[in-house]
């Protein structure tokens, strides 16, 4: 858990700030893809020209996270031929997901392969070179953390999230803020990959007092997940078996029971020694999944 065919290059006279009256990411449920398209097609109803090709790359992008990789590239292809009169932000957001179809969280070990992860680094490079001369620093910023993905060995990661968090604290612009919580949450991943469970640490709680700062109560209860995920690394038991206690009563009170909650306790109480515990969590997590 981590609680990621070339075109010519496109005139850069079509690049400017985008204007767009739609906004994204309310209509974004990334738990329920299939809800998420069917929001984007309702919101072509009276889009500008611009604006249904923004919300294409959008469906496009519910079909990835759905794994259907082909269909994807297939909503991807019929973009294309309006890229060169397009806006910035449409050009920069199909290249985004041209790459999200050939390597991201959802693509398996056996799917990375070389030629797709040159494909992908091909179009994420691209689209942050697209949305830093526009200044979308917003995808800008995305398209770095999903470098992350293509370079997935931990230095790799640390190196593209860093890259990220430099960008973000750059821009004066408020949407690009709205990063810090995740781009913290990966580095601290990376560290902990590493080993570096302080440093981890550390980043985990400052991607939790951001989340916080946002309103983004689930999002607060995964950075505290890290925290006790970190603290099991550390041998730090009690702790986080706390922790992890309070999430459950958390999740469970939202009638959202969280599998990653229980699978974690399954190992703190296997780790102590109590097996009854660990059982009970082992069939938590069975009825969970």
């Known amino acids: 858990m981590t609680r990621v065919r070339i075109l010519p290059v496109v005139l850069l006279a079509t690049l400017s700030r985008p204007t767009m009256a739609i906004d994204i990411d309310a209509l974004w449920n990334y738990g329920k893809p299939e809800v998420s398209e069917q929001r984007f097609a309702a919101a072509m109803d009276g889009a500008t020209a611009d604006e249904k090709l923004v919300l294409q790359t959008q469906i496009a992008r519910t079909w990835g996270l759905r794994k259907d990789f082909a269909n994807a590239r297939q909503i991807l292809a019929g973009v294309e031929p309006a890229l060169p009169n397009a806006s910035a932000e449409v050009q920069v957001r199909h290249w985004l997901e041209l ?15 070389p030629d797709a992860r040159q494909t992908a680094r091909d179009a994420y490079l691209r689209a942050f070179e697209l949305a830093e001369q526009a200044r979308l620093d917003y995808l800008a910023i995305d398209a770095l953390h999903m470098m992350a993905f293509v370079d997935d060995a931990p230095d790799q990661q640390l190196a593209w999230n860093q890259k990220a968090i430099a960008h973000m604290e750059r821009s004066d612009q408020p949407d690009a803020k709205r990063w810090e919580g995740s781009l913290r949450n990966n580095v601290g991943y990376a560290l902990r990959l590493k080993g570096d469970y302080d440093g981890a640490l ?3 709680r400052l991607s939790r007092a951001a989340h916080e700062r946002m309103g983004r109560k689930k999002s607060v209860r995964i950075a505290d997940w890290m925290i006790a995920r970190t603290w099991r690394e550390q041998q730090r038991y009690t702790e986080a078996i706390a922790l992890q206690l309070e999430l459950e009563r958390a999740w469970d009170a939202d009638s959202e029971p969280d599998p990653y909650v229980f699978e974690e306790l399954e ?8 097996e009854a515990r660990a059982q009970h969590y082992a069939a938590r997590l069975k009825a969970a999944r």
């Open 99 to 113: 790459g999200r179809t050939w390597i991201s969280a959802t693509h398996s070990k056996e799917q990375r392969t």
């Open 267 to 274: 190992l703190l109480y296997r780790a102590t020694g109590d």
């Open 202 to 204: 550390a980043q985990f």
